[in-house]
C-alpha cells in the first residue's frame, strides 16, 4: 500500500444552479462567521454583483480588498494583514482561478476559513488546496503551495459563469484533459494499478476527457450564444470541480506531470508567454509530454481537436521558440527538477527533454 498518498478530496460542499449562490448565508451561518472578507477582482466583479444579494444582508458585516491580479506572496500578505486588523472570521473570493488560489493560500496562513464563487470555469483552481505562485509582474515563482485546508464552500451559478470570455473557457478544456494526458502512464503502472483511490483518480480523469472530446463544440457554441445549455453546464462543471477531484483523489500520482511542469517553465523563462492562458501553455505541454513519450498516434488523434478549439501545437506556432538555446536548456533544466515528471514510467533525461522539444516542432511543421 502507499504510505505517500495524501487524500484531499475538495471542498466541504458544493452548489452549481441557477439561483445557488442565494445559499451562501447559510454557509456563513453554519461557521458563525460575522466579519467577512470579500477578495475580489474588478471585472470579474462587476459581472457577480447582481449575483450577490447576500451582500446586503445586514447581520454580516462585509469588507472588500481588491487583488492585483497575480496569486503572490504579496497579495496573501496584504490580505493576511486586513484579515488581522479587522478580526475576518471568513474570507469569500469572488473571481477566476488566481483569485481562487490567492484566498486558499492566504486562509491558510491566517487559519481562517473561505469560500470561493467562481465567475469562470478556466481551471479546477477553486477545487484544489493549492495555490500556483507567480510574481507581480506575471511570471511564474515556479513552485505551488500545497495546504490541508480546503474551502468550506463552493457555489457559482452557470448564469454567471457562462457570461465570461469564451476563450478563458476554451483553455479550461485544454487544462482539464491534461489531466488524462499526464496521470495515464503513471496509474497504469503495476505497483499502482490496485490502489483504490487512485482507481477513482483514473476514472474521473477518463469521464473528464470523454466528455470534453464529444461535447466541447457545442458547448462553445452554446456559450458564444449566452446559452447556459446542459452542454455548457455540464463542461464547466467538469472544468473547476470535477478535474480538481482527480488530483484530490490521486495526490501527486494525478495531479500533473510533464505538460503542468512545461507550463510552469515557459511562465518562469520566457517573459513573452506570458500574454497565454494558462490552459493554452498546458495543451502545448499536453503535445511536448506525449512528444516525450514517443507517443505520435496520440498527438496525431487530437490535432483535430487542437485544430477545433484553436490550442496551440507548438512552440513555433506560439512565436515562443526561442534562438538563443541556453534557455531552452533553462527550460528543461527546471522540468527535469520536478518530481512529478519522475513519476513517469519512462527514464527521463535532460537531452530527452530537449531534443523531445525540436521533434515536437518538426513533427507540428510538417502536419
Not at 455548457?232 to 482527480?246: D, K, N, R, Y
Amino acid at each position: 500500500m502507499l504510505t505517500d498518498l495524501k487524500v484531499k478530496v475538495g471542498p466541504q460542499f458544493y452548489r452549481y444552479h441557477v439561483g445557488a449562490i442565494d445559499f451562501v448565508p447559510e454557509i456563513l451561518q453554519e461557521f458563525s462567521a460575522k466579519n467577512v472578507l470579500v477578495v475580489r477582482g474588478q471585472r470579474s466583479f462587476e459581472k457577480a454583483e447582481p449575483f450577490l444579494s447576500f451582500l446586503k444582508k445586514t447581520e454580516y458585516n462585509f469588507q472588500f480588498f481588491q487583488y492585483t491580479g497575480e496569486c503572490s506572496y504579496y497579495g496573501a500578505e496584504q490580505i493576511a494583514k486586513v484579515v488581522q486588523e479587522n478580526q475576518i472570521d471568513f474570507i469569500i473570493g469572488v473571481g477566476g482561478g488566481k483569485l481562487a488560489d490567492l484566498v486558499g493560500y492566504a486562509a491558510h496562513m491566517v487559519n481562517v476559513n473561505f469560500g470561493v464563487i467562481p465567475t469562470l470555469a478556466s481551471n479546477c483552481a477553486p477545487w484544489t488546496p493549492l495555490a500556483v505562485m507567480y510574481k507581480e509582474n506575471g511570471e511564474s515563482e515556479g513552485k505551488s503551495e500545497h495546504f490541508l485546508r480546503q474551502a468550506a464552500f463552493f457555489i457559482t451559478d452557470p448564469e454567471l459563469v457562462v457570461d465570461a470570455p469564451v476563450n478563458y473557457f476554451v483553455a479550461g478544456l485544454a487544462d482539464t484533459i491534461a489531466k488524462w494526458y499526464e496521470s495515464d502512464a503513471i496509474l497504469q503502472q503495476e505497483h499502482l494499478k490496485n490502489e483504490p483511490f487512485l482507481q477513482l483518480a483514473g476514472y474521473t480523469s477518463e469521464l473528464c476527457k470523454t466528455a470534453i472530446l464529444n461535447d466541447s463544440a457545442k458547448a462553445i457554441a452554446d456559450m458564444k450564444a449566452g446559452k447556459a445549455t446542459e452542454e455548457f453546464i455540464h463542461l464547466s462543471e467538469i472544468v473547476f470541480a470535477v478535474a480538481g477531484l482527480v488530483g484530490g483523489l490521486g495526490d501527486k500520482y494525478a495531479r500533473n506531470a510533464i505538460a503542468h511542469a512545461m507550463h510552469d517553465g515557459l511562465s518562469k523563462y520566457l517573459p513573452a508567454s506570458h500574454h497565454f492562458l494558462h490552459g493554452e501553455k498546458v495543451a502545448y505541454g499536453i503535445f511536448y509530454q506525449l512528444a516525450v513519450e514517443k507517443k505520435w498516434e496520440q498527438i496525431a488523434a487530437l490535432i483535430p481537436f487542437y485544430r477545433e478549439l484553436d490550442l496551440p501545437m507548438s512552440l513555433s506556432q506560439m512565436k515562443l521558440l526561442p534562438e538563443d538555446e541556453t534557455v531552452i536548456d533553462q527550460i528543461v533544466t527546471f522540468v527535469d527538477s520536478k518530481e512529478k515528471v519522475h513519476l513517469l514510467p519512462i527514464p527521463i533525461t535532460t537531452d530527452l527533454l530537449k531534443e523531445s522539444i525540436f521533434e515536437l516542432e518538426n513533427y507540428i511543421n510538417q502536419e
